[in-house]
Every structure is written in C-alpha cells, then in structure tokens.
Nanobody, 119 residues
C-alpha cells in the first residue's frame, strides 16, 4: 500500500516562508516523478514544482525564484521550500509521485495540505 503524506501547511502572513514535506511510503520499485501541485478555490490544479525522471526540476513561472523543491532519497521525502509567500499562493498543496509498482507506473497523490497567506 503506497501512501503520500504531506505536512507543513498553515496560515502565514505575506512575505513569510513555509516548508512543506511529503513522505512516500509503501512497496514500490522506483520513483519516476515527484512534484507538488496546488489548487486554489475555483481554479484548476496546477503544477508548482517537480523533479523529472532525469533529475531536472521544473517550476511554474509564478513561483520561480521563490519556491525550491528538494528531496531526500534515503527518506523518500520531497520538500517544497516556499519563500516570499503571496496571498495568491493560497491553495491546497498536493504532493504527487509516479511510482513503479510491480512493473506498472502509477501516479499517486497525497491528501493535500492547506496553505493560506494573509495580506
């Protein structure tokens, strides 16, 4: 049973930092993709930051220079350091990972963690 568990969300003031964590647990062979998405009320879910299978990183234009994705492979954990937060960053943030389980690639999602940035 694969699980992705996020933590670190909360209510902060504009300009403050926040770090999200996502622990991936369960039986799987490899991790092809790890990333963070977010969904604000009334909007579609969007990719915020991700590691590709080649190890490179992708960021949404709106967070470049403010957010940093990192990982600890030994702990199967991916982080999202968010600096200089803005009210428009308010959303539910989801961790996602594409894992190879018994030879099959499957995308898994965390339950989401709320980030609220007050002005």
């Amino acid at each position: 049973q694969v699980q992705l568990v996020e933590s670190g969300g909360g209510l902060v003031q504009a300009g403050a930092p926040l770090r999200l964590s996502c622990v991936i647990s369960g039986n799987f062979f490899t991790i092809n993709f790890m990333g963070w998405y977010r969904q604000a009320p009334g909007k579609q879910r969007e990719l915020v930051a991700a590691f590709t299978s080649g190890g490179s990183t992708n960021y949404a234009d709106s967070v470049k220079g403010r957010f940093t994705i990192s990982r600890d492979n030994a702990k199967n954990t991916v982080y999202l350091q968010m600096n200089s937060l803005k009210p428009e960053d308010t959303a539910v943030y989801y961790c996602a990972a594409e894992l190879v389980v018994f030879g099959t690639k499957t995308k898994y999602w965390g339950q989401g963690t709320q980030v609220t940035v007050s002005s």
